[in-house]
């Protein structure tokens, strides 16, 4: 099957599936949870806790529950709650795939057959998982019809202002929540008179679409997404063969590759390392110049350089071959790059000549590392059991000095270092101060 051929077969299969999925979130049998007392915790409560005198108990009925409550006033606002725990403190349930609460209930008593839900939602930042009052309070009204069956959207859910009043919640955080629900209870009204009054709660379920809504919208619109990236990118495709099959004759093809040869030339000349030892060539000090030294800020006019140069390496050569020399090198760099600091830059200057700057640094704490360094190389162990030393010479800027004349001092004092016997650190001080040694 061809690639057009693939996406018309993606295209129709799609189609055919948001259509599917479309007419089941409409017309499909709905989601249910029943909520009954064998699978949920069901329990009843007063208002004594606040200081009143009302009693609630909790009575089995069929597929149900039946609130008993004596009012008697001694709190402002006497109530009655039969409370359903749908998790814990923290692990509530998401009713957020669900649209409907529905249940039938019978009202008895003095007063208006009225009802208060509360669906108390676990809110990161708002509530703790030791204190049920801090539960954010999703409240909803309603009458209790006389045929008992009750749909009540949840939708029009509101937290209660006086639960927002006593908690001071800041306002971008006032809107409903319920995607972490961890009690639904029901509540008799406000003014409600003393006396005795009973609240029949059966068939209590929560309703919703089969699949959540802004679930389904995302996976739709991601599929239909890709599959518009995908035929954009078959199209890019087409476009591009047809403009290369128009590029076929040899005047063009040659005209192509000349460019081809620029390019490589160009970025071949913007290779930054030293292809044998890794070491940063001499483009790559210039990148790490304008990129570390001019732009260091207060520290832009403190800098030191460090000169190598591998004792004797042409008897390296000349005794053991260049393939000898070549692992000496290698080694050499590695062994200068492990020790330095990372703000620190290794290059090679040119044979056996490497160069070291170190921005930041004094010309004591510069000779500190190059004798560090000279340690560290003469008690290595090389290829052949060559005994390989090297001779440094050390520099700092002073004032505005230029980078070439800093460079020019030290490898005078490489010279010296060498005029001296070699081995050793050409510069003001062998061995940096106590106390400001370069980490290496």
Known sequence: MGTSNYLRFLLATLIVATAVLV???TFGPPRVVTLTPGQYSFSA????TSGGNSVAELTPIESGVRLGCSISHGYQYPYCTATIRLGDLDEG??????????????????????????LRDYEEGLSTGVDDSTLKVNEVWFDVPEHGAVDVPLSVVRVASWWL?????????TGPRLDNVVMLEFS???????????????????VGRPFKQEQLSRILLACWFVLGIASLGLEVHRYRRRYLEARSNLSQLQALNEALQIETRELADKALTDPLTGALN????RDFLVDRWRNAGGQRNTLSVVFADIDHFKKINDAFGHGVGDEVLKQFSAILRDRLRSTD??????GEEFLIVCPGASLDQGCGLAEKLRQSLESAEWPEQIKVTASFGVAARTGEEDFGALIARADGHLYEAKRGGRNRVGGRHPIAPQGEEVHI
Not at 99 to 106: H, V
Request: hydrophobic share 30%.
């Open 188 to 206: 008799t009204p406000e003014n409600i008179p003393d006396g005795t009054h009973t609240v029949d709660l059966q068939g209590i379920e929560l």
């Open 345 to 350: 830059c290794l290059v090679r200057w040119g």
């Open 282 to 285: 001499r483009e790559g000090l």
């Open 93 to 118: 349930m998401d009713l957020t795939a669900y649209d409907t609460l529905r249940l039938k209930a019978r009202y008895q008593g003095t007063g208006v057959p009225r009802m208060r839900v509360f």
């Open 45 to 48: 409560s007063g208002d004594r």
């Open 165 to 173: 009043s006593e908690h001071k919640v800041p306002l971008e955080k």
């Open 23 to 25: 007419g089941w979130q």
